[in-house]
């Protein structure tokens, strides 16, 4: 019994069943080892400031840039791979706006919910295989909410079972109940999503929104994007479910003076992002009701501006080609709007690239305790990033007006951003061109195909495995696209057209 119990050693069995027996335990030693090590293994990849996956991601986005865009500020290949867009999924939609770059047979195609949903799964497959987990993708068409919020919620659920992070696109014309719907599972009545984001498209381009059939401006549509808002308020007062709210506008001639009225009267609503985009001569050449003019994008900048109240350094970072997109990140402390980064300070300059090189493309969205791992072992690799980015930090707050105008009046994040689409005329012989692999002697078309090469927002085709820039889809694929459908889901009569689906 003492040898039992260790004080004594045990006399060695005389079988060798039995000496195999007593030999084990020395054997579970090296598994042991095994495991710890397997285990090690393990944190150290999931500790990493990105996953390998992602990483290789980055790398292979960042070498296909034009060398001309890959400057220290440039996000694309380094923080994100891209923003990405479904296509052909459900090209209907039940307002009419002039312009719009929807095909001419967009509307003849009905919205079938089992089509999108296979469409959705194959587009993300190979977006997450082209592009690693973690992007931002928009379940983009028509009407999103022409499909039935089960259906909705499938796609949504498709494109988080990919590693995206969803942005369902509307015009924001429906009511709480298809809302509540979407967000809440039918059978147990609890929520199926934690968080939702929205982008809701208001101009007083749009024709056929319910109260508002034919806006005389933009002033008329505000009540409209309160509603829009509140909606998620209350989802979030009685469900607990979050939500990202984006506020998209096409600017044309006409309402190009009233972008700044919009901002102004809105920045409180509850966006969280104000997306201008210039209008492109692309879609459906019907819906243009008045004479095309082209609005230059400085016009456009200077009128959000000035409806921010503040400077919007849109130079301090960069997503893929300066001509097509302009982002600028900050916020309001009430009515003082705060950038982010100052882009004349080398200081915050200095700070961007310590933090893209200790974190680049790192998920802030995992858990508390993982992200803390992740944020100290980049720390650790980049040490220049805590001084840097505490630095950018302080002079945030300076511009929020110092801790007290921070106390006094809680910062409200809020990003500005504009894209720049390019006209049909001149992206398809540029697309044309790339697929040849030559450069047009045009240098409005050269200039077009280096622009399509930095594209910051594509879409999948998973037939032939290639992602396809958004002008390139809207100018040369969409049309035939929406053709095929309409023969492959077989409209009845009473679909084509949808309601306001045609110009009057």
């Not at 380094?78 to 719009?100: K, M, Q, Y």
């Not at 690799?381 to 921070?406: E, F, I, K, Q, W």
């Amino acid at each position: 019994m003492l040898g039992a119990w260790g004080s004594r050693a045990a006399p060695a069995p005389e079988d060798p069943e039995a000496r195999s027996q007593m030999t084990t335990p020395h054997r579970s030693g090296p598994r042991l080892v095994g495991r710890i090590a397997a285990a090690a293994r393990s944190i150290e990849r999931a500790t990493r400031p990105m996953e390998p996956e992602r990483a290789a991601a980055l790398a292979r986005r960042w070498d296909e840039l034009p060398a001309g865009v890959r400057t220290p500020e440039q996000m694309l290949g380094r923080r994100i791979a891209g923003c990405e867009g479904t296509n052909a999924v459900f090209p209907r939609c039940d307002l009419a706006c002039s312009p719009c770059y929807h095909s001419r047979d967009a509307n003849r195609v009905p919205t079938d919910g089992a089509h999108t949903i296979r469409q959705v799964r194959a587009q993300m497959e190979l977006l997450r295989e082209v592009r690693g987990p973690g992007q931002p993708a928009q379940l983009i068409g028509g009407e999103v909410t022409l499909l039935s919020p089960d259906d909705h919620a499938a796609a949504l659920r498709a494109m988080l079972d990919a590693g995206r992070k969803p942005m369902s696109m509307t015009h924001g014309d429906f009511d709480y109940a298809h809302l509540e719907a979407l967000a809440l599972d039918p059978a147990t009545g609890r929520p199926r999503f934690r968080h939702l984001s929205f982008a809701g498209h208001f101009d007083s381009t749009m024709r056929g929104r319910r109260g508002a059939e034919r806006p005389g401006g933009e002033a008329e549509l505000d009540p409209f994007r309160a509603r829009f808002c509140a909606m998620f308020a209350r989802l979030r007062a009685e469900h607990g479910i979050t939500s990202f709210l984006a506020h998209n506008m096409t600017v044309t001639p006409g309402n190009l003076d009233e972008v700044a009225g919009v901002v102004r009267r809105n920045r409180d609503a509850g966006f969280r992002l104000f997306s201008f985009q210039p209008a492109a001569y692309v879609g459906n050449a019907a819906r243009w009701g008045e004479g095309y003019r082209a609005v230059d994008p400085d016009d456009v900048w200077s009128r959000i501006e000035e409806g921010a109240g503040g400077r919007l350094h849109h130079r301090a970072i960069q997503y893929g080609d300066p001509r097509c997109n302009r982002t600028a990140y900050g916020g309001f402390c009430g009515t003082r709007y705060w950038p982010l980064l100052d882009g004349d300070d080398p200081r915050d300059a200095a700070a961007l690239t310590s933090f893209l090189n200790a974190y680049g493309g790192m998920d802030f969205g995992a858990p508390a305790g993982l992200l803390a791992a992740r944020l100290v072992r980049g720390a650790l690799g980049h040490p220049r990033v805590v001084p840097r980015c505490a630095g950018a930090g302080v002079r945030a707050l300076g511009r929020m007006g110092g801790p007290l105008g921070a106390v006094r009046h809680r910062p409200r994040p809020v990003t500005f951003v504009m894209h720049s689409f390019m006209d049909a005329s001149v992206v398809i012989p540029a697309w044309e061109a790339t697929e040849q692999g030559r450069v047009s002697p045009d240098p409005e078309v050269a200039a077009a195909q280096e622009r399509l090469a930095a594209c910051s927002y594509a879409m999948a085709h998973p037939a032939d495995g290639r992602i396809v820039p958004a002008c390139a889809q809207h100018a040369v694929f969409d049309p035939e696209e929406n053709r095929r459908l309409v023969r492959l889901l077989r409209p009845s009569p009473e679909t084509a057209p949808a309601q306001g689906g045609e110009p009057g």
